[in-house]
C-alpha cells in the first residue's frame, strides 16, 4: 500500500504531541510494509517571510491556493492510494483536502484537535471548558479573541471554520476521520458530522521492552505548565493529602505558570519542580512512579503521556473529563478525581500512597490495556483496517456536491 502522509508542522519554538504523532505513525507505517512519503510544511517558514507576504497569511488560513496545489503536486507524483492529512493550518488549509478529494484518491484526516469546532482548538475559555461555538458558527470565539487572546488572530480561523462547513468540505472532501478517542468523536458529532466517516484509532506510545522498577519513585505528574493542565489543582491538593510530607511528588515541564507553580510548591513538603527535562529523563522518572497525575481541567484528546505511562506499567490519576475519562479505566488502569477539586485528588492520591497491592493491581492492568489497544503493532494494525475499510478508489462522496449540508450549519 503506498500512502502519502501530509501535515503542517507547528512552530519549533513550541514542542508539539501531533508532530511527535506523525512521525511515530509514519515510521510504524513503513515498518509493517507500507510505502510512504511525508510532505510536510513547516510553520516556521512564516518569521522569515517578508512583510507583504506575512499579510497574505489569514487568507491562505481560509482557502490556500499554495497548499492545493503543493499537495496536488505531491499526489501526482507520488501516485498514493491513501492520503493521510493531519494537521493543514495554517499553511496548507482545509483547500488542500478538497484539492486530493478532487485527485480521485482516498482520503483520511486525523483529527488531533478541535479546530474545525473550535477556533482556540481547545475549547477552553478563561480557564474553564467552552463549548459555545460547537455546531454553530463561531462568532463567540471572535468575540472572545480565543485564538491568541486576539480577535484578528481568531476572525481568520472563525471564517475557515464557517466556510468549510457552509460549502461541505468537511462533509464531502474526506472519505474517513480518525478520532484519537472515542470522547473526541462524541463531540465531532455533536456538531452534526457524518457518524459513519468517524472513527477511533487510538495513540501509541513505543513498547520499552523492559521489568518495571520498584515504585519508589513517588509521584509524577509530566506536564506543561499551563492553567488548563491544573497543576495549581494538584499541588492544592498535595497539600491537603500530605501536610506533614511523607511522600514525594515530581512536576516536570515547564510553561507560563512555572514562577508561581514553583512559589507554591516550595512551600509544600516533598514537592519537586524540575524544569524542562530530556524525553528519556522523563520517562526514566515516569519508570519509576508510583503513579502518573493528569489534573487536567479541560478536555484532552488523547495525551501521549498516558500511553507511556501504560507501556512502563504505570497507573494514572485522572481528571473525569473529556477523554481522560475514557483511557483511563476507573479501579482498573488508574483512578479517577473530579476535575478542578482538590479534595477528590487528595483522596485519590491518598488511596494509591497507602496501598502498595492497589497500585501494583493498577500497573498490571494499564500495561495489559496498553498490549490490547495502545500498542504500536495493535495501533498499526488498526490503521490499516481504517484504509482497507474504504472502499476501491471510488467513493460514495464522489458523485455527491460540494455543497452546504444542513446538519454541518
Known sequence: MR?????????????????????????????AGATVELHSVESDQIAGWPAAKRATLPGRVVWSRAGAAEVRRAIAGFRPDVVHFHNTFPLLSPAALRAAHGSGVRVVQTLHNFRPLCPAATFLRDGRVCEDCLGRIPIPAV??????????????????DALHSAIGTWSTAVDTYITPSEFARSRYLKAGWPAERIVVKHNTAPDPGRPRPAYDGGFLCLSRLAPEKGIDVLLEAWGI???DGGQRLTVVGSGELEEPLRRRAASLPGVELTGQVARERGLEILAGARALVVPSRWYEVFPRIVAEAYALGVPVIASRLGSLGEIVIDGETGLHAEPGDPRDLARALQALAGDRALAERLGAGARREYELHLSPKATTDRLFEIYAGMTGGVRAAESAPLAAEGALR
Request: hydrophobic share 40%; glycine share 4%.
Open 3 to 31: 500512502v502519502l502522509v501530509v501535515h503542517n508542522r507547528y512552530r519549533s519554538a513550541q514542542p508539539s504531541g501531533e508532530n511527535a504523532v506523525v512521525e511515530e505513525e509514519t515510521a510504524l507505517l513503513r515498518e
Open 241 to 243: 493529602a500530605f501536610p
Open 143 to 160: 468575540v472572545h479573541g480565543c485564538y491568541r487572546s486576539s480577535r484578528a488572530a481568531t476572525l481568520p480561523i472563525a471564517v475557515k
